[in-house]
């Protein structure tokens, strides 16, 4: 990523970005936990691309040049930590689950600048317990090196929709069907319908944040019914798409 800016001290606040706005490739010397409050929240490195709706936070390791970007109108809230506080042990970004108290301690502790109050280190504590607890989510696409990979997950990032079995994208871009299936657990950590799922719940996040009905996010990402989507979207957000969507 070209002419990333340095800011040494994560920064601890809140600040909105119109739907489709972006914050520029950047990196900190400390950690920093980003959480859209609303909207949805995708975090980009080289390695891939990470993305949260409100009921889950990303961790950003500091040292980590990443790149923000909003779906919808989003509130983003962003809590610095010291390098030296890693609660998870985390070394590279992942997503957390984000349940009702956790919200509600970012919330709080993002209201303005930290201060070094005996009630700001006592929220601290408590939001550093609930992290603690949260579980990690793989809500991940990453970002493919191989050309033969990258044309298939190409091809379906311009269509989710698009049903094709392996084999037959594997022809569409030059490729085996052996040969992709090795590369997408080698390079992306998962298997194709893996692979393809998170795409597909990247797209509905995007198309909800953008005011699209549910029944019409179902249809273009792919699902074969808007029950299926739903089942789908609850096991990985702990909501239904329609939840999602008032919050």
């Given at each position: ?35 859209a409050?609303s ?30 970007r ?33 919200r ?6 993002t209201?303005g ?73 080698r ?32 249809h ?18 702990g ?9």
């Open positions: 990523m070209p002419d990333i800016r340095h800011t040494p001290q994560a920064p601890t606040r809140t600040q909105t970005l119109a739907a489709g706005g972006r914050i520029d490739p950047h990196r900190h010397d400390e950690h920093q936990i980003v959480y409050g909207g949805v929240l995708a975090v980009t490195t080289d390695a891939g691309t990470w993305f949260a709706p409100g009921t889950r936070a990303i961790w950003v390791p500091a040292g980590c040049v990443h790149a923000h909003a779906h919808g109108h989003l509130d983003l809230h962003t809590l610095g930590l010291p390098a030296r506080v890693n609660p998870l042990g985390l070394e590279a970004p992942t997503v957390l689950t984000v349940g009702p108290l956790l509600e301690l970012l919330l709080a502790a209201r600048p930290y201060d070094d109050s005996p009630e700001s280190r006592r929220l601290r504590a408590v939001l550093l317990d609930q992290l603690r607890a949260s579980p990690q989510q793989p809500l991940q696409l990453p970002t493919p090196t191989d050309p033969r990979l990258r044309a298939v997950c190409d091809l379906l990032h311009d269509d989710p929709a698009d049903a094709r079995p392996l084999a037959a994208l594997g022809r569409a871009s030059g490729a085996g069907e052996r040969t992709l299936s090795r590369l997408f657990r390079e992306l950590g998962m298997t194709f319908p893996q692979w393809r799922t998170q795409l597909r719940l990247y797209h509905a996040l995007r198309m909800l944040a953008e005011g699209d009905p549910v029944t019409a996010v179902a273009r990402c792919g699902w074969s019914s808007t029950s299926a989507f739903i089942d789908v979207f609850r096991r990985a957000f909501c239904t798409p329609g939840e999602h969507s008032r919050r």
